[in-house]
């Protein structure tokens, strides 16, 4: 074999593992909006009143020394610590909620009732913790289980506080209560809700570990609260969920929808860049139905996943 005929072989097979992996599918985890942000401790602080002594008739102020240490890197475990109002050390522990690393895999069936959503939560083997709950957004008046908090199977399911993420949409809580398993690092869970609303791309959060902070009796300084921003640290990332607004969409109006979708349904890993390029073209010629025609086969062939098949699917 001459070296110009071995370096063209070389070429082909490099070119052809890029464009293979170019091809393929792979959901992306939700992500950590302050994976990079450590929690350090107070530069400054005040001094504590310890109360009236009783000789002097004088405040007594004492210096609590708050600080912050790492407990548990892998596990994202904090010890805060300060000087109590006994002169003692007090130790209260903290856990991330973005300890984990989760991926959701969604789907939809629809029935003559509406729509059926699954989900299943991944709590990947690189987390640190167990899966604490999942949350998922909406737009949708009409969902069942209904809002008011329920357990269903060990499963709570109800209503997140409107504003912590937010205005837009309802967001729904499913946490498992014992005695349902904790869902630890290499399990997964599913979660069902209900809706005469079809899907759309909406958006989604996790949390891990204990939310529960070891009591010790007393508050801990005012510099050490408020620092973990705790629901802000919540992975977070997308899926799919009812949207009532589908219902009365215009053909131009779904259009223009999907495609302002598409990007980030690439972005999520749920459609290959040529499948989504092929679909982009076919909506802005105004083709929507090429495009449902090919969904099967594009599900078959590993070219898009379950949810970009169900938002399509929707739209019929």
């Not at 969904?295 to 739209?315: H, M, P, Q, Y």
């Amino acid at each position: 074999m001459t070296r110009r005929a071995l370096i063209l072989i070389i070429i082909f097979f490099v070119a052809s593992v890029t464009n293979t992996s170019a091809q393929q599918l792979r959901r992306i985890p939700l992500q950590k909006p302050l994976k990079h942000i450590k929690l350090k401790s107070p530069t400054t602080w005040e001094k504590r009143s310890r109360g009236i002594d009783p000789r002097t008739k004088k405040e007594i102020f004492y210096d609590p020394k708050p600080r912050i240490e790492m407990a548990d890197a892998t596990a994202c475990k904090y010890n805060f610590k300060w000087i109590g109002y006994d002169g003692k050390e007090k130790v209260m522990s903290y856990q991330r909620p973005d300890c984990i690393d989760v991926v959701i895999v969604a789907s939809v069936s629809k029935s003559v009732s509406g729509y059926q959503y699954e989900y299943t939560v991944q709590n990947l083997k690189t987390s640190g913790a167990y899966l604490q709950g999942f949350t998922v957004q909406n737009f949708s008046a009409d969902i069942s289980p209904k809002r008011r908090p329920s357990n269903v199977n060990n499963v709570f399911i109800g209503d997140m506080s409107p504003g912590i993420w937010g205005d837009s949409g309802n967001w729904i809580r499913f946490a498992p209560l014992p005695p349902h398993p904790k869902v630890q690092p290499g399990q997964t869970v599913n979660f069902r809700l209900y809706s005469s609303a079809p899907p759309g791309l909406v958006e989604c959060r996790a949390d891990g570990g204990s939310s529960v902070t070891e009591g010790v009796g007393e508050d801990s300084p005012p510099e050490l609260q408020g620092l973990s921003n705790y629901y802000g640290a919540w992975p977070r990332g997308f899926t799919i969920g009812p949207v009532d607004e589908i219902k009365t969409m215009s053909q131009q109006q779904k259009t223009a929808y999907l495609l302002k979708i598409l990007p980030e349904c690439q972005r999520q890993g749920w459609i290959t860049m040529r499948v989504s390029t092929a679909y982009q073209q076919a909506l802005q010629g105004g083709n929507l139905e090429a495009v449902q025609s090919r969904l099967a086969r594009d599900l078959k062939a590993n070219s898009i996943t379950t949810e970009v098949f169900a938002i399509f699917e929707g739209f019929k």
